[in-house]
């Protein structure tokens, strides 16, 4: 499977007792370890108010990466546009390029933007599910409900601080093809005004569309021949159906000719399974801080993970999380991921993983990519 690329995405997590600037120098120098293991990209992740995630600004922190690898193409996964505006995002990473022309990817969201609009469902050509597995084994949970934490306080407030006050994100699809014509430099008014991004316009920069479905982001996507990237590590129960909606909505483009997709898992590997699994007791801890929108919480070390008192409904929120976590040694997390890349036909694999341990997440890339690379 080494023809199938590997790449990072990085949530910059704080273990506890660590600092946000302990965090980022971490991030930076698994950058550069990653780089030397061979993957091909490396993202961070764009989060607001959360007290053990330090990735609030993905242009700034791949500013700095940059600065201290190579060759390893360096990302936003993603960018939440719903706060932003396609002339700021266009200028922030047309800066970067300008420094480091060639090495980035823009990876846009839809994250804190307006609801989607109702639309039809997507073409019927989604890989059956039955018993909650793909034709070839992957497990697919039930679908989890984010109501609860799309409406919590705590995601009004980040709205809040995030936009001027009674200011309104623009339609995804438009600022996306805003953010394309400022690219071209073929952005142009109503009235025929013209508008040139410096840095900006021609930046070498590699587009991709993030979404967990098979709606708007996979629409947006496939509708305008856009790399799509799905996410199985946060919403394990739709990405089937965001892999074959992109597909269904692909038309060929100057960008790509046909369909290509990106597809992330959440993995501990280590010598042995007992020791992986040791290394991913905070896991569940902390997927239960973000999903009661607390915030995800910095993460905890084995200890700490076993001395929270778990009640039915802390185990219903996080247990699809832990059942589609890829933990184990490297042969074993080597296979799932074989699997979910046969079961969604991904053209690459994005993998995050959290340890409390700095040395252990490092040896966790080490091992997964020496296995990787001898199939």
């Known amino acids: ?14 273990p506890s007792g660590a600092s946000a600037a302990d965090a980022l120098r971490n991030s930076i120098e698994l950058a550069q370890r990653a780089e030397e293991f061979g993957y091909a990209r490396y993202w961070f992740a764009e989060h607001h108010l959360n007290p053990g995630v330090a990735g609030t600004s993905p242009a700034v922190v ?33 800066l970067v390029d300008a420094l480091h022309p060639g090495r980035l990817d823009l990876g846009l969201g839809r994250s804190g933007g307006r609801p989607p609009a109702a639309k039809a469902a997507p073409a019927a050509t989604a890989t059956p599910v039955v018993d ?8 697919i949970p039930p679908r989890f409900s984010f109501a609860r934490l799309l409406g919590s306080p705590r995601i009004a407030l980040q709205r809040s601080l995030l936009l001027l006050p009674n200011a309104e994100s623009q339609e995804y699809a438009e600022q996306i093809d805003d953010i394309l014509a400022l690219l071209a430099g073929t952005y142009r008014t109503e009235d025929g005004v013209e508008a040139h991004v410096v840095p900006g316009e021609g930046a070498d920069v590699e587009l991709w569309i993030l979404g967990s479905s098979g709606g708007e982001s996979a629409e947006a996507a496939g ?18 159906e965001a892999v074959d909606g992109y597909r269904s909505f692909f038309q060929p483009s100057d960008h790509l000719d046909k369909p290509y997709v990106s597809v992330s898992a959440d993995v501990v ?25 607390e915030g995800a919480i910095p993460f905890p070390t084995p200890e700490e993970a076993r001395a929270h008192v778990w009640t039915d409904e802390d185990r219903e929120l996080v247990q699809d999380r832990l059942d589609t976590q890829f933990v184990g040694s490297p042969q074993q997390v080597a ?11 991904a053209d690459e694999l994005l993998i995050t993983t959290i340890t409390h341990g700095r040395r252990d997440r490092v040896r966790s890339y080490e091992l997964l990519a020496e296995e990787w690379a001898r199939r």
């Open 335 to 345: 296979d799932r991921l074989e699997q979910l890349q046969e079961a969604t036909g």
């Open 223 to 240: 509708a305008r021949g856009l790399r799509f990237a799905a996410n199985y590590h946060v919403s394990p129960a739709t990405v089937l």
């Open 1 to 14: 499977m080494s023809d199938i690329p590997l790449g990072v995405l990085d949530l910059v997590p704080i």
């Open 269 to 293: 590997v280590a010598e042995d399974e007992a020791t992986a699994r040791e290394l991913a007791t905070g896991y569940g801890p902390w997927v239960r801080s973000i999903r009661t929108a």
């Open 62 to 94: 791949l500013a700095l990466t940059a600065a201290a690898t190579s060759t390893i193409r360096l990302g936003s996964g993603a960018v939440q546009l719903g706060h932003r505006t396609a002339l700021s995002t266009v200028e922030e990473f047309g």
């Open 132 to 139: 909650g597995r793909a034709p070839n084994g992957l497990l």
